[in-house]
């Protein structure tokens, strides 16, 4: 197996299943890339982290997935032989990019260029 990590969007609200071992995991569709160059990926997430936030990873939401990839190959109900990826994940987290990241307020972003907490940015500027 290969290790990887990517960014992707849910194709549909993560699944919380059970393990014949009484393991939680998620299951989740992943798609990668956009428009004819996108790929699916299967992903069953082992990580503790997201399957406490298991009901926030809905449709379309991006995420950030490490873990081993595979390639499966089955046989599809017309009886085509078909292939497709899967990654067993051991760190699947909501993307803080995009449309999922909460905005910094002001201070938040002077604290960190300046180290201070105590700046007040509403003053007026004197020219």
């Known amino acids: 197996m290969i290790e990887c990590a990517f960014f992707g969007a849910l194709g549909r609200d993560a699944e919380s299943k059970t393990s014949a071992s009484g393991k939680p995991y998620l299951k989740l569709n992943v798609r990668v890339g956009d428009g004819d160059t ?7 997430a082992f990580d503790p982290d997201a399957i406490g936030v298991a009901d926030k990873m809905v449709k379309g939401a991006r995420v950030y997935i490490e873990g081993k990839l595979s390639l499966n190959e089955w046989t ?4 085509s032989k078909r292939n497709g990826l899967s990654v067993m994940s051991f760190h699947a987290r909501l993307s803080q ?7 910094k307020s002001d201070r938040q972003v002077a604290s960190r260029y300046t180290g201070r907490r105590d700046l007040d940015l509403d003053d007026s500027i004197p020219f």
Not at 38 to 44: A, E, R
Not at 76 to 79: E, H, I, K, W
Not at 97 to 103: C, E, F, L, T
């Open 38 to 44: 996108c790929q699916w990926i299967s992903v069953l």
């Open 76 to 79: 599809g109900t017309d009886g």
């Open 97 to 103: 990019i995009g449309r999922n990241k909460k905005p």
